[in-house]
């Protein structure tokens, strides 16, 4: 026990040692600020895409120096940013800075250094430099050159050179095609990659920047015209504009003779794009039998025998007609996005119209395999179909009927509507450990046509029985 006690005593007094050594070691210095005595850029007017060259003395008589930050900022943009470590009471640093030409870079903009220098005690001295000017590079000449097959080079004209606006008509290109923007040409009219180039630098965004000849070329398309025609570059946002003749809705659609026929999963269809106008009536030629059991109820209220109006928003649609069935199928393009589109896809389901089918696995194949919701108003999102139950023969909890509502027609991980999230009227569940599916009890006898109405203003996913 004794020595028990003298082991806690010597631990206690060799911390006592330590604690009062490591605060000896601690350095205070009286209160300074750092002084920045030199902060020179050398250049004076330079071109976007050029570079400056900086140089920033600082010092501190008393305390060491920390670390010198340097912000360069471009019509309030933030181009460069860089900590540079500085040690002792004196420091000189020289960099070198490009100055990128990039959207939003107006003419003669003042190019400003914002510049801090701390010392050891977290004392700061702060400087603005603003004493170069940034002129744009001149464009006398911009062209359209498409990807090669997809069309020929075309001059555009300067139209507004206070707002950098050029503009060319008179084109036939098709409603989709690939293109770069050159300042120069060669004598084949191909780009001179001398000069500028613009191309598409960030894929996910469709933004556009100058590129070298690894670089990528820009999409165009716009479903909703007959043709492009024209072409509107703004070179000081870096943005395109299309134009040309737009679509008219279709007041008459021949399944026959409007809609090529096609094979998918096996099946018969006839099908392709169909430009629709919200609230058009369409007399419909081909459909043999009564016209509500073969449209939509989301996209389609019968109006007579053969027509019916359109209910979703005036575009370019997908129109599928399965044969056999004698239904048309409606959805937006393959490439339509949430917040514009929302689709599902499971197992238990199909299309609301007699002789029903519903699917049996997870797939994108064709229209047999999802369902596309119609997009009612912000938020609200709509699609009517044929649900079946098949309880599960084993020990799950959950039967047949199983779905989620998906951003993209095909899979893509996270991109989903979580039915746990939401509010999901009976006999529908929402369960959290069935990864954000609608299912229904094993046992549950489900049988019928639904709408159902996904919410996202209030959380909810109703779900009415149609008679």
């Not at 430099?129 to 300067?158: C, E, H, M, N, W």
């Not at 290109?173 to 001179?192: E, G, H, N, Q, V």
């Not at 109006?309 to 239904?327: C, R, V, W």
Request: proline share 5%; aromatic share 12%; hydrophobic share 40%.
């Amino acid at each position: 026990m004794k020595n028990t006690i003298k082991f806690i005593v010597l631990i206690c007094m060799s911390y006592s040692f330590w604690a009062c050594s490591n605060e000896d070691v601690v350095i205070r210095y009286p209160s300074s600020t750092p002084s920045i005595d030199t902060a020179i850029v050398a250049e004076s007017v330079i071109t976007y895409g050029e570079s400056i060259n900086l140089h920033v003395g600082v010092s501190d008589k008393v305390a060491p120096l920390s670390t010198l930050t340097v912000k360069v900022v471009v019509n309030n943009e933030v181009v460069i940013s860089e900590v540079i470590r500085t040690k002792g009471n004196h420091a000189s640093i020289k960099r070198t800075y490009g100055i990128p030409f990039v959207a939003n870079r107006p003419d003669n903009a003042p190019v400003k250094i914002y510049i801090t220098s701390t010392n050891v005690s977290g004392i700061e001295k702060d400087l603005i430099v603003s004493t170069t000017i940034a002129k744009r590079p001149p464009i006398p000449d911009l062209y359209i050159v498409p990807d090669f097959g997809q069309g020929g080079s075309a001059k555009l004209i300067l139209t507004d050179a206070a707002n950098y606006i050029y503009k060319v008509t008179g084109l036939q290109y098709s409603t989709s095609f690939k293109y770069k923007l050159a300042t120069k040409l060669d004598k084949f009219k191909r780009i001179d990659w001398t000069g500028m180039v613009f191309g598409l630098v960030d894929v996910a965004t469709g933004k556009i920047g100058l590129i070298d000849q690894t670089g990528s070329s820009i999409n165009a398309t716009d479903g909703t015209l007959v043709g492009i025609s024209e072409f509107t570059f703004d070179a000081l946002q870096f943005t395109s504009k299309l134009g040309g003749k737009l679509l008219e809705p279709v007041t008459t659609l021949d399944i026959n003779l409007d809609l090529p026929a096609l094979v998918m999963s096996a099946k018969n269809f006839r099908g392709g794009n169909v430009y629709f106008g919200e609230n058009v009536v369409v007399t419909f030629t081909g459909i043999t039998t009564d016209l509500a059991n073969s449209l939509s109820p989301d996209y389609f209220q019968k109006t007579g025998t053969n027509t019916a109006k359109f209910l979703g928003k005036t575009g370019l649609y997908k129109a599928y007609f399965l044969i056999e069935a004698n239904y048309l199928y409606i959805e937006q393009q393959p490439e339509a996005l949430y917040p514009e589109a929302l689709w599902i896809c499971g197992t238990g389901f199909g299309r609301p119209s007699t002789p029903y089918m519903k699917t049996s696995s997870w797939n994108w194949n064709s229209p047999l395999d999802y369902i596309a919701c119609r997009l009612v108003s912000p938020g609200i999102y709509q699609a009517t179909m044929y649900c079946k139950n098949t309880p599960n023969t084993g020990t799950g909890k959950y039967g047949g009927l199983d779905f989620k509502f998906f951003h993209k027609r095909g899979w893509w991980d996270g991109h989903e509507e979580w039915a746990s999230k939401y509010t999901v009227s009976a006999p529908f569940l929402g369960p959290a450990e069935t990864n954000g599916n609608v299912n229904v009890l094993s046992a549950a006898v489900v049988e019928g046509v639904y709408r159902f109405t996904l919410n996202q203003n209030n959380m909810t996913i109703n779900a009415v029985k149609i008679p």
